[in-house]
């Protein structure tokens, strides 16, 4: 499975977007890119998911270049609910396991 | 929306007793699995279940670890003889379809205290 690397914690301010990379160099041909969020005392809520170039939802938007090597989860105009980890993962197709690493801690402040 | 949903919320044991874990998959799910998740840790992966058997588990899922789908509805994990390392949240999901293009749905957790 490929390793992914995010930033371990980011500060925002209500109504900003915020942009979370999450870098994973050695991701496979075949390997999706699944973002979920955790919220305290919760289990964690998927998000978004993707292959290549741009995926949007009503939730957030999720950019990964040709190369695949990264991806950029975008929410925009975040709200203090918001406040959570977020973890981006890298997903083979035929796997069962979800492979979590530590997430960003995202902290929205009013 | 149909939702995951776990027994107890918290289960506070002693070393050496046995505890079983409760989860009510969303209905239409054929695919289950338990994670867990140690205070200020990763979660984990636990165990995969599907068509009854087990289809994957972690270094973590040794003997003291099953689980069990006894009446269609509920997805059970039994810790036979729980050790003070076993203290953590326990996550069951599911998900209708195998593979990982497909989110899996988590329920909100049992709390499992060990002393």
């Known amino acids: 499975l490929a390793k992914t690397t995010q930033p371990i914690s980011m500060d925002s301010y209500e109504g900003q977007e915020v942009n979370i990379t999450c870098s994973h160099n050695?991701?496979?041909?075949?390997?999706?890119i699944t973002w979920y969020q955790q919220f305290p005392s919760q289990g964690p809520r998927f998000i978004i998911q993707?292959?290549?170039t741009k995926v949007t939802n009503e939730v957030a938007s999720l950019f990964i270049p040709a190369d695949r090597k990264s991806s950029t989860l975008s929410l925009p105009r975040v709200s203090l609910s918001d406040t959570a980890v977020y973890y981006c993962?890298?997903?083979?197709?035929?796997?069962?396991?979800?492979?979590f690493g530590a997430g960003t801690i995202l902290r929205v402040k009013s | 929306e149909p939702e995951v949903t776990q027994t107890p919320s918290h289960q506070v044991t002693q070393m050496g007793q046995e505890v079983i874990l409760r989860c009510v998959p969303i209905?239409?799910?054929?695919?289950f699995y338990w994670y867990r998740q140690i205070l200020g840790q990763k979660v984990e992966f636990l165990v995969s279940?599907?068509?009854?058997?087990?289809?994957?588990k972690s270094e973590i899922f040794d003997d003291q670890f099953s689980v069990e789908r006894p009446d269609g509805s509920n997805f059970t994990l039994k810790i036979r003889s729980t050790k003070l390392e076993d203290s953590a949240m326990y996550f069951c999901?599911?998900?209708?379809?195998?593979?990982?293009?497909?989110?899996?749905?988590f329920g909100p957790g049992t709390r499992l205290t060990v002393l």
């Open positions: 993962l890298v997903a083979q197709p035929y796997g069962n396991k979800l492979v």
């Open positions: 050695n991701i496979a041909t075949n390997d999706y």
């Open positions: 993707g292959y290549k």
């Open positions: 209905s239409n799910h054929l695919y």
């Open positions: 279940f599907y068509n009854n058997e087990i289809s994957e």
């Open positions: 999901a599911g998900g209708a379809t195998g593979g990982l293009h497909n989110e899996q749905f």
